[in-house]
């Protein structure tokens, strides 16, 4: 895991010089992306993303690669379009009425929109985990055995046995639950809730782990075994996360991309992001002097 410290909010990056009191123009138009928005070995790639609700557009002309095995973490104010961003890549946004999706999008170069597209093996492919803990009201086994009996990954008890396990440990939740599987998920606490909310997701070994937010809800012990978590499963997993913790995308990220009213404003490697911002916008933020 990144050992960088983040004081935001309370010194400028230290090479940005001296920070100005003045006001900050937060409707400062964002004529493109500055830094390293694409990246040589992607895993997902996304051009000209356009997000409209309705006649509202959320999304403005969105640019970003995210790299095999890399932690992109998205940061932003709130209601800038992160989540939005986020919920195009397995196609959740389908689920809103009145969205639509503009752009291209592809997993491994294979487009994830079009008429042939078929989102349920997609999202077994390019699994989420939201921001509140939402396990299954069932047994801790059947939440984890879940997606391989639907998606015909297994059928057997042995495999689903050895499915679960598997995905319990890499989730880091086996030593805490395996005398218990046939008890409700429910009734673990919030960090095991969302560990099995990650073992879910995990269960139907997809290729891509999205994360919206996925530690707003959890106490600092929680959070920190959740980010332990991240940096383990980068080994197997591209991972993008949404998240209002600036501390949290230096500890997790290898590139971090900020979003300002629906625009990509700045993409870099995370240590430039935090110490040398290229964009006023991203220096202003994560400075704290607005968001």
């Known amino acids: 895991m990144n050992t960088m410290t983040l004081d935001a909010g309370n010194a400028a990056p230290a090479a940005t010089g001296q ?13 493109e992306t500055v830094g390293q928005p694409l990246c040589d070995d992607a895993k997902l790639s996304m051009r000209n993303v356009n997000v409209f609700y309705g006649e509202t557009q959320a999304i403005h002309d969105v640019s970003l690669d995210i790299g095999r095995n890399e932690v ?33 999008l592809t997993l491994d170069g294979e ?36 997606g391989p009996k639907i998606h015909g990954i297994a059928s057997r008890r042995a495999e689903l046995d050895e499915i679960v ?29 969302q560990r099995l909310c990650i073992a879910r ?25 959740i ?12 991972i993008a996360i949404v998240t209002h913790s600036m501390q949290q995308a230096a500890r997790v990220s290898q590139r971090t991309a900020y979003f300002h ?15 040398n911002p290229q964009h006023e916008l991203t220096e202003a933020y994560i400075t704290g002097r607005f968001g």
Request: proline fraction near 7%; charged fraction near 25%; aromatic fraction near 6%.
């Open 19 to 31: 920070l100005e009191q003045d006001t900050v123009d937060t409707n400062t138009k964002v004529s």
């Open 72 to 104: 992109v973490a998205m940061i932003g104010p709130s209601g800038c379009g992160k989540s939005t961003f986020l919920r195009c890549i397995n196609r959740m946004n389908d689920t809103i009425e009145g969205c639509r999706v503009d752009g291209d």
């Open 111 to 146: 487009p994830i929109y079009g008429p042939k597209v078929d989102v349920v093996p997609l999202r077994a492919r390019v699994g989420m985990v939201f921001q509140k803990p939402n396990p299954f009201p069932k047994t801790i086994y059947e939440n984890v055995a879940y």
């Open 165 to 193: 396990e598997n995905s319990l440990r890499r989730a880091g939740l086996w030593n805490e639950v395996k005398d218990r599987l046939d008890k409700p998920g429910t009734g673990l606490s919030g960090g095991q809730q």
């Open 201 to 225: 997701a995990i269960a139907v070994s997809p290729e891509v782990i999205l994360m919206d937010e996925p530690c707003s809800a959890l106490d600092p012990i929680a959070t920190a075994r």
């Open 227 to 238: 980010e332990e978590l991240i940096d383990e499963l980068r080994e197997n997993y591209t």
């Open 261 to 275: 009213l629906g625009h990509l404003v700045e993409v870099n490697d995370t240590e430039t992001v935090f110490t």
